[in-house]
Structure formats: structure tokens, C-alpha cells
Nanobody
């Protein structure tokens, strides 16, 4: 079993930046694709970004493209999401997810096997 833990959320003003981190409890041979999703109050969970096992491929939701950057360090079993130019509509609980089945980018939440507990990001206007 792989445990995934996020950190780095917080309260930030619009236009600010945050860096979210995600740590997997086991070697990343057990976790291939990794991704970030978010869920705002009263809304469904939505895809944000994904990165392949090798780190060579990334994919972003249109709403965050150019502002968010996903990265990973397989040696440290971690993934990160750099969030710049934050907007109030980015306010949500952000979840990190890991797949044990797919090595490429994955944008569908049901294809992920392990999920973190979420970290709150709140952007004030």
C-alpha cells in the first residue's frame, strides 16, 4: 500500500504563489503517473495536472496552463505543483494522486490508485 501526503497549502493573496508538495511512502516503482486534482466548495473534483513516471511528459487543465507547473523527483519519492499568479477561483482543496498502473500522463481520476488527504488553498481577492 502506498500512502500519499500533501503539504504546502495556505492562504495567499491573488497574484501570489504557492508550492504544493506530495510525498509517497514507498519507492516510486510502485507509483507511475502522478497528478493533482482540486475540489472547490460545491463543485466536483477536477483535474489540474499530471506528470509521467519519467517526468518527460506533463499535461495541464486549460484553466491552469501557463500558471501551474508540475514536477517530480523519483529519487525522493516526491511530486510538486508550483502555482503562480493565483486567482480567487483557484481556491479549493488540492489532492495529489498516484497510479500504480499507468506510466504516462493520466487525466481521469478513477485511473489513480492512491490519494492524499488534500491540502487547502485559499486565494483572497
Amino acid at each position: 500500500q502506498v500512502q500519499v501526503v500533501e503539504s504546502g497549502g495556505g492562504l495567499v493573496q491573488a497574484g501570489g504563489s504557492l508550492r504544493l508538495s506530495c510525498a509517497a511512502s514507498r519507492q516510486t516503482t510502485s507509483t507511475y503517473a502522478m497528478g493533482w486534482f482540486r475540489q472547490a466548495p460545491g463543485k466536483n473534483r477536477e483535474f489540474v495536472a499530471s506528470i509521467s513516471f519519467s517526468g518527460s511528459d506533463t499535461y495541464y487543465a486549460d484553466s491552469v496552463k501557463g500558471r501551474f507547473t508540475i514536477s517530480r523527483d523519483n529519487a525522493k519519492n516526491t511530486a510538486s505543483l508550483q502555482i503562480n499568479s493565483l486567482k480567487p477561483e483557484d481556491t479549493a482543496v488540492y489532492y495529489c494522486a498516484a497510479s500504480s498502473r499507468y506510466q504516462g500522463v493520466v487525466i481521469i481520476d478513477r485511473l489513480y490508485d492512491y490519494w492524499g488527504q488534500g491540502t487547502q488553498v485559499t486565494v483572497s481577492s
